[in-house]
C-alpha cells in the first residue's frame, strides 16, 4: 500500500496492514543496530517508498519554515517517517539524533515481521499492564472522580474494559470469604439467652435498675453510690422537666433508695430508736399519726444521745397500719427508707442501738446466677483428655437450663446475711435495698397519670371443687373469700379514684399513704403515648371535699406490699412480655380489650404522698407529687404506662433542681455534719481541682489574686472557729460598755480588721495592681484546719476530725427567721418600708442561742436584689457602712468590687520550675533514668499549682475586704421567681453580729461574691422554717 493511495484525512490504522503494530523508542533503536543503515525494508515484494524531497532552507527562515511544516497536510506514512527522526535543542540550535549527528531512519517497513519479531516485549508489556501492583480492586485503580459507591457490589456500574476483570475479582472473593456461622442474622447473634448472661455479668459491681435499658439509650449515665444511674438526659430539657414539674408531670426512678425494716414489739422498737432523734429538731418515730400506719414521716438522725452534733442524715419511715387499733402487743412493721450513702452508718447504729448482734443465716443459701472468680478458675482446669481439644457449650441442648434475668441486688452475696435479730428484745433488723420498687410522680397531673394507668383489681370468684391452691394467684384467691378484705378493697378502690378530681397532690395531707391491688398496667396500654388531662367535673364532687378534709382513713392504708411471700409470689408469677405480646396477637378484633382472667397478675402497691415545699409562705405546695411502691420485677411494667400518659423522665440532675426549688438540703451535698456529706465534698473538691488543672494558666482564673481561697471546698470548721474568736476578741475590747456602744465598737473593730482600698499595701505586683496586705502567707495566723483542697489537701483528713454544728432546733429557727426580716419573696419590702418594726435580736436572746449550740451553721436562702445568679461556692459576706449607704444614694448600685491581691507564689512556683529544669539537664550530662529527674523538685517543698493557695489558709474572715460570713452551696437562676436565687450555710455567731448591727430597713441584707469574679452583689438572706 503506497502513501499515495491515502487521502491527507484517512486515519493512519486504516493505512497499514491489519496487523498490530506498537512501536517504541527501545524497539526502533534495536531494530536499526540490527538491519544496518544501508538495509531497505520492502512491503511485501513491491516498490520501495519514495522519500520526499524537500527543499533546503536557506537563512534565518530555516527554523520558521520547519515549524510551518508541522501544520501542512502530508500524508501519514511521511509524516510517521519524519517524526521518527529524534531532534534535540541544544546550543547554537536543533541538531538531529542524540550525539547531534543526523541519524536516518528505515524508508519501508513491515508491521507483522516487525512485530513477531518484537512479540516477547509486546507480550512482556501486556503483562504489566494486565497485572495488578497492588492490593485495591479494580474500581479502587479508578480516579476520584470516576468511582461511585454502586460499584463495590454493582459490576456494571464499572467501565466496560473494567467489568471483566472486576467480575473475576467478586467470584475469587466469594470462595474465599469464611463459612458463616449458624445463627446468621444479627439478632440471632443477640439471642435472649446470651444477653441475659452478659447483662448479668455486667451487674457485679454496679447495680442496674431495672429501668437501666430504657434509661441507657436516652440519659447520660454514671457510676454512683454503687449503682449505675440516670444522670441527665440526652436531650435539652432542662425547662422542659421544670414545666413538668409545674404544669404537669415528672417520672423518676428511686429504687436505688435503701429500704431497711424492723420487725418486733412498737414498744422495744421506739425505746431502742428515741436516743437517735430529738423533739426539738422535728417529729420522731412517735408520731401519733405516723404510729398508726396513716401518715408518712420524716426524721433527723443522729448517734445515740449526740444531738446536735454527730448527725447520721435524714430519713423518711412507714408503720405498717394496725388491722385491730389500740392491740400495741403484737409485731409491729417499720420501713426506714435512706439514700445510699447513709446505709452503712445507720445500719450500724441501728444495730447498736436494738443490740442486734446475731445473724439470721437463711437455711438455703441460693446459688449465685455469676460464677465467681473460684469458680472460674476451677473451670480452667481441665482433664488430660481434654487438653488441646475445643470446648463446646454444654448448655446447648434440650437439657440447658435457662438463664435468669437478675433481679434486685446483683452485687449482694447470696450466702451473706442480711437480717439481724437481738436475743434481748426479739427486734429482727433486714436489709430490704432492691427488693422493691420506687416510682416518683412529680406536678399536678400525678392523680391523673395515677388513675388513667392503674386499674384496681377485679375480685375474683372461686367456683366450688376448684382447686386454688395450684393456682399463681392463690393469694389473692384466698384473700377474696374475706368478706372483710373484699369491702376493704372497694373502699380503697374508691377513694383511688376520687384522686382523679383532686387538682394537686398539694391539698391532700402531707405524707398520705394508700394501699391498693391493681391489675396488670401492660393490658390497658394504649396505642400511642397520649397526655391525660384532669376531669374537671370529678373536683365539684362531695365526696372529694370530704377526702380533703378527712384524709385517707387508717384502714385504707394496709396493703400486701407488706408481706415478702406475696411479693415473691407477684414476682415470679408475672407473664412475660412476649406471652402477653402474643395473646394480645391472637385477638380476633385487633386492638380490643385483652382479658386475662384467673391468669392475670394482681399486684399489691402502696401510694404515699409527697408534699413537696413546706418551708416558708412562698409556692408552698410546689413539687408535691406521690411515690409508687410495688414488688421487685414490676418495674417496667409500671414505666411505660405512665410514659404513655404523658409523664416526662428526668435523672440526678433534675433530682438536685427539685430540692433546690423546694430550697430544702440535697442529700448528701447540703449536709456537712454527716460522714456522707463529708465524702462527698472531699469527691467533689477533687473532681474540681482535676478539672483545674486541666486548662492551662492562661485560661483558668487565678483564685490568689481574686482573693479566693477555698474555690472548691468548704472549711466550715474553721469559719466557725473564726468567729467564735472574732466575737470574743470584740466582747473583751468592748468592756462594760452599752449595748448600742458595744454595738458600734463590734462594727468599728469589723471595719478595721478588713482591709480596704485605703490601707491597702502600696507596693505593687508585677502587673501594676495594689497588693492587699491580707494576702501575704503568715504563719502566726494559720489554723490548726486542713490546707486547701484546691492544692495539696489531703483526701479524708478532716473526716477524722470534728465536724461541724448545724443549727436543725426548730424553735430557735423560727426566731431567727423573725429576726431576719421580710423572706425572700418580699425582697423590695426593706425598701419600701423603712421602718418595718422588725425585733432586733437581743444580747441575752444571742448568747442563750450560742450556749446552747456553739460553732454552728444556719442553712439560708439567698435572693438576688438585682441581676446576678449565684453559683456553689460562691462567698456570702457582710457589707460594710459605706456598701448600705452607697445603696440609700442609688437604688441601681450592684455592688463593691473586690480589689485585686497579690500572688505571693508566683516567685516560688518560677523557682520551681528553674530547679526542676537545672535537675533534669544534670541528670541527663550524667546518663541517669528520667525518674530520679522528679524526686527533688524543689528540696522538699510541695509542688505549687499556680493560681491556687498552698498551704494552711490564713484567716478567712477578714481575707477580703468584706468579712466571709458563709459560702453558697446550691444556686442558680430561679425560673419560679425569674432572678437568681442560692441556698447555702452561714455561721451563726456572725449572723447573730451582723444582725444586731443593721438598721431594720436593711436587717438581712448580704453580699455574695462569684469565686471567680471581683465584683459583689447585694442579696437577702432568709431563714425558712
Known amino acids: ?67 510551518m511544516t508541522h501544520h501542512s497536510p502530508v500524508d501519514p506514512d511521511v509524516k510517521e517517517q519524519s517524526s521518527s527522526k529524534i531532534m534535540f535543542k541544544k546550543k547554537g540550535g536543533w541538531k538531529a539524533g542524540p550525539e547531534g549527528t543526523s541519524q536516518e531512519i528505515p524508508k519501508y517497513i513491515t508491521a507483522s515481521t516487525f512485530a513477531q519479531a518484537r512479540a516477547a516485549e509486546i507480550s512482556a508489556m501486556l503483562k504489566a499492564v494486565t497485572q495488578k501492583s497492588s492490593n485495591s480492586l479494580v474500581f479502587q485503580t479508578l480516579p476520584r472522580h470516576m468511582r461511585r459507591r454502586a460499584m463495590s457490589h454493582n459490576v456494571k456500574r464499572l467501565p ?70 440516670g444522670e441527665r438526659p440526652t436531650v435539652k430539657s432542662h425547662r422542659a422537666c421544670y414545666r413538668a414539674m409545674t404544669n404537669c408531670c415528672l417520672l423518676q426512678d428511686l429504687s436505688y ?125 481441665l482433664p488430660d483428655e481434654k487438653i488441646g481439644k475445643k470446648r463446646k457449650r454444654k448448655d446447648d441442648g434440650e437439657n440447658a437450663k435457662p438463664v435468669k434475668k437478675v433481679i434486685g441486688d446483683g452485687t449482694r452475696d447470696p450466702c451473706q446475711p442480711s437480717s439481724w435479730i437481738s436475743p434481748a428484745t426479739g427486734i429482727i433488723i433486714s436489709d430490704l435495698t432492691m427488693e422493691m420498687n420506687r416510682l416518683r410522680l412529680i406536678g399536678p397531673l400525678s392523680h391523673s397519670i395515677l388513675t388513667e394507668a392503674l386499674k384496681a383489681a377485679s375480685v375474683q370468684t372461686v367456683r366450688e371443687g376448684e382447686d386454688t391452691e395450684k393456682a399463681p394467684h392463690h393469694w389473692w384467691t384466698e384473700t377474696c373469700k374475706n368478706p372483710d378484705s373484699v369491702s376493704l378493697h372497694h373502699r380503697q378502690e374508691a377513694i383511688f379514684e376520687l384522686l382523679g378530681g383532686i387538682t394537686s397532690p398539694a391539698e391532700i395531707p ?36 370530704q377526702l380533703l378534709l378527712e384524709g385517707v382513713p387508717v384502714d385504707c392504708a394496709h396493703s400486701f406490699v407488706w408481706n415478702q411471700a406475696i411479693c415473691k409470689n407477684v414476682t415470679e408469677n408475672k407473664i412475660s412480655d412476649q406471652d402477653l405480646n402474643r395473646k394480645r396477637s391472637e385477638l380476633l ?15 399489691p402497691i402502696l401510694l404515699i404522698q409527697q408534699p413537696g415545699k413546706v418551708t416558708g409562705d412562698e409556692r408552698r405546695g410546689w ?33 438536685v433542681v427539685h430540692s433546690q426549688y423546694k430550697r430544702s438540703p440535697d442529700i448528701p451535698s447540703d449536709f456537712p455534719d454527716c460522714p456522707a456529706g463529708v465524702v462527698f465534698a472531699e469527691e467533689q473538691a477533687k473532681n474540681l481541682l482535676e478539672k483545674y488543672k486541666r486548662h492551662p494558666p492562661a485560661k483558668r482564673p487565678n483564685y490568689v489574686k481574686l482573693g479566693t481561697l477555698a474555690p472548691f471546698r468548704y472549711p466550715w470548721e474553721q469559719l466557725s472557729q473564726e468567729w467564735e474568736l472574732r466575737v470574743r476578741a470584740q466582747e473583751k475590747s468592748s468592756g462594760a460598755s452599752s449595748p448600742s456602744g458595744e454595738e458600734s465598737d463590734l462594727r468599728r473593730d469589723k471595719l478595721s480588721c478588713a482591709p480596704t482600698p485605703e ?39 478532716d473526716a477524722t476530725g470534728s465536724l461541724p454544728c448545724v443549727l436543725r432546733s426548730r424553735k430557735w429557727l423560727k426566731q431567727l427567721s423573725t429576726w431576719c426580716g421580710p423572706s425572700s419573696r418580699d425582697r423590695w419590702a426593706a425598701q419600701r418600708a423603712p421602718g418595718s418594726g422588725q425585733p432586733a435580736p437581743t444580747r441575752a436572746a444571742c448568747l442563750s442561742l450560742l450556749d446552747h449550740f456553739p460553732r454552728a451553721l444556719v442553712w439560708v436562702s439567698l435572693a438576688l436584689l438585682r441581676k446576678g445568679s449565684p453559683e ?35 516567685s516560688e512556683i518560677r523557682k520551681q520550675k528553674e530547679k526542676k529544669k537545672v535537675q533534669k539537664r544534670q541528670n541527663q550530662a550524667r546518663a541517669e533514668p528520667e525518674g530520679l529527674a522528679g524526686a527533688h523538685p524543689a528540696t522538699g517543698h510541695p509542688a505549687l499549682t499556680l493560681g491556687l493557695w498552698s498551704g494552711p489558709l490564713p484567716v478567712l474572715t477578714s481575707h477580703c475586704s468584706r468579712v466571709l460570713l458563709g459560702f453558697v452551696t446550691q444556686g442558680d437562676f430561679s425560673m419560679a421567681v425569674g432572678s437568681g436565687e442560692g441556698l447555702g450555710f452561714v455561721s451563726l455567731t456572725g449572723l447573730l453580729d451582723m444582725l444586731s448591727g443593721q438598721a431594720a430597713a436593711e436587717r438581712g441584707l448580704v453580699l455574695l461574691r462569684a469565686p471567680a469574679s471581683p465584683q459583689y452583689r447585694f442579696a437577702r438572706v432568709a431563714v425558712e422554717v
Open 623 to 655: 413539687g408535691s407529687g406521690w411515690d409508687v411502691l410495688l414488688p421487685k420485677g414490676w418495674g417496667m411494667a409500671f414505666w411505660i404506662p405512665f410514659i404513655y400518659r404523658g409523664a416526662r423522665v428526668g435523672g440526678l440532675k433534675e433530682s
Open 1 to 67: 500500500m503506497r502513501p499515495a493511495d491515502c487521502s491527507p484525512h484517512t486515519s493512519p490504522r486504516r493505512g497499514l496492514s491489519q496487523s498490530l503494530v506498537i512501536l517504541t523508542r527501545g524497539a526502533l533503536d534495536s531494530s536499526l543496530r540490527a538491519s544496518g543503515r544501508s538495509t531497505k525494508y520492502h512491503n511485501g515484494g513491491g516498490r520501495p517508498f519514495q522519500a520526499q524531497k524537500q527543499e533546503p532552507f536557506s537563512g534565518t527562515s530555516r527554523q520558521r519554515q520547519t515549524k
Open 160 to 229: 466496560r474494559r473494567l467489568q471483566e476483570i472486576a467480575q473475576k475479582e467478586a467470584e475469587k472473593a466469594v470462595h474465599q470469604k469464611k463459612e458463616h456461622s449458624k445463627n446468621k442474622c444479627h439478632k440471632a447473634r443477640r439471642c435472649h439467652k446470651k444477653r441475659v448472661l452478659e447483662f448479668n455479668r455486667r451487674q457485679k459491681k454496679n447495680i442496674w435498675l431495672e429501668t437501666h435499658i430504657w434509661h441507657a439509650k436516652r440519659f447520660h449515665m454514671v457510676k454512683k453510690w454503687g449503682y449505675c444511674l
Open 510 to 545: 402531707a405524707g398520705t399513704i394508700l394501699g391498693l391491688t391493681v391489675g396488670d398496667p401492660r393490658i390497658n396500654l394504649p396505642q400511642k403515648r397520649s397526655k391525660v388531662l384532669p376531669n374537671p367535673e370529678k373536683c365539684q364532687d362531695e365526696k372529694v371535699r
Open 759 to 797: 490601707n491597702t499595701d502600696p507596693r505593687s505586683d508585677e502587673g501594676g495592681s495594689s497588693q492587699s496586705s491580707s494576702s501575704k502567707p503568715r504563719a502566726g495566723v494559720a489554723t490548726e484546719c486542713p490546707a486547701q483542697l484546691g492544692t495539696e489537701w489531703v483526701a479524708g483528713q
Open 589 to 603: 378484633v385487633p386492638g380490643s380489650q385483652l382479658v386475662l382472667g384467673p391468669q392475670e397478675s394482681r399486684i
Open 872 to 906: 456553689p461556692h460562691s462567698m456570702i459576706c457582710v457589707p460594710a457602712e459605706e456598701d448600705i449607704l452607697q445603696l440609700r444614694r442609688d437604688r441601681l448600685y450592684c455592688g463593691p468590687q473586690e480589689p485585686k491581691h497579690s500572688d505571693p507564689f508566683k
Open 257 to 381: 433508695y435503701c429500704c431497711l425494716e424492723l420487725k418486733g414489739k412498737e414498744e422495744e422498737i421506739l425505746k431502742a430508736l428515741s436516743p437517735m432523734c430529738s423533739v426539738d429538731a422535728g417529729l420522731t418515730f412517735a408520731a401519733v399519726h405516723c404510729l398508726s400506719g396513716k401518715r408518712q414521716g420524716s426524721v433527723l438522725l443522729y448517734r445515740a444521745n449526740k444531738y446536735p452534733r454527730e448527725m447520721l442524715g435524714p430519713v423518711t419511715f412507714i408503720w405498717k397500719c394496725e388491722r385491730t387499733p389500740g392491740h400495741t402487743s403484737e409485731s409491729r412493721q417499720l420501713w426506714i427508707w435512706l439514700h445510699p450513702t447513709l446505709k452503712q452508718d445507720i445500719l450500724e447504729e441501728l444495730k447498736a442501738a436494738c443490740q442486734c448482734v446475731e445473724p439470721i443465716k437463711s437455711a438455703v443459701c441460693i446459688p449465685s446466677l455469676l460464677p465467681t472468680t473460684s469458680e472460674e478458675k476451677s473451670q480452667t482446669v
